[in-house]
């Protein structure tokens, strides 16, 4: 099993320029999540989706936007890039009510 | 305002010593408790956890500890070999909090030295 997969692996960004993060989990689990990684700040939330059909903010929701396609497929979108979202940003799932997230290897975005 | 404070950035451990990473929160409506472990270029792995009914939870070399009137916990490591250097990410969830969200420490990175 692939569990949840990013793409890409890696991405360099300029200012301003627009992008799609790709998430899918292939465990029928009914909730995603994208946090992004910064050194000193932990794994901090962006969005979530509960279940299918419901997105809902995290911590630091601005300057993102997300959609659940469906159950499998969890996208996160920077409209305008800006350099303070260079970070690593993870996708992880977890069976509704559950605790144990399972997460993918993580996207690493430079935006310059 | 980080619900979930790990202090320590780093710590370093001999071989075959105990490795103690410790975790402090600030939210009382916390009643599950989650450390993940992560390598370089890897997402986080589920460790072990502890609900807020409990005071320890011991699995193999790893336990947690909870002192829920200090608002703290910890893991132990009980021998430390080189393949737990990692970075550990203390998370804490609340029962009002739909859909599991997990609010994440800073991360303390553990060198294991043989």
């Known amino acids: 099993n692939a569990g949840v997969t990013q793409t890409p692996k890696f991405q360099v960004l300029k200012t301003g320029q627009s992008m799609t993060l790709q998430c899918a989990q292939d465990?029928?689990?009914?909730?995603m999540y994208w946090y992004r990684q910064d050194p000193g700040m932990g794994l901090r939330l962006i969005y979530y989706s509960a279940s299918e059909g419901t997105t809902d903010k995290g911590e630091v929701p601005n300057g993102y936007n997300v959609s659940r396609l469906n159950k499998r497929e969890f996208s996160l979108r920077l409209e305008s890039a800006a350099p303070s979202q260079t970070s690593v940003y993870f996708c992880a799932s977890s069976e509704a009510g559950q605790y144990g997230y399972t997460f993918g290897s993580g996207t690493r975005l430079t935006v310059v | 305002d980080q619900q979930v404070k790990q202090n320590s950035p780093s710590l370093s451990v001999q071989e075959g010593r105990i490795s103690i990473l410790n975790c402090d929160y600030t939210?009382?409506?916390?009643?599950?408790f989650l450390w993940y472990k992560k390598y370089p270029a890897e997402g986080p792995t589920f460790l072990i956890s502890i609900s807020s009914i409990k005071d320890k939870n011991e699995d193999g070399r790893f336990t947690v500890f909870l002192n829920k009137s200090a608002k703290h916990l910890s893991l132990h490591i009980v021998p430390s070999q080189p393949g737990d250097s990692a970075v550990y990410f203390c998370a804490a969830s609340a029962r009002y909090n739909q859909g599991g969200k997990l609010i994440f420490g800073q991360g303390t990175e553990l060198s294991v030295k043989p």
């Open positions: 465990m029928n689990h009914n909730s």
């Open positions: 939210n009382s409506m916390f009643d599950y």
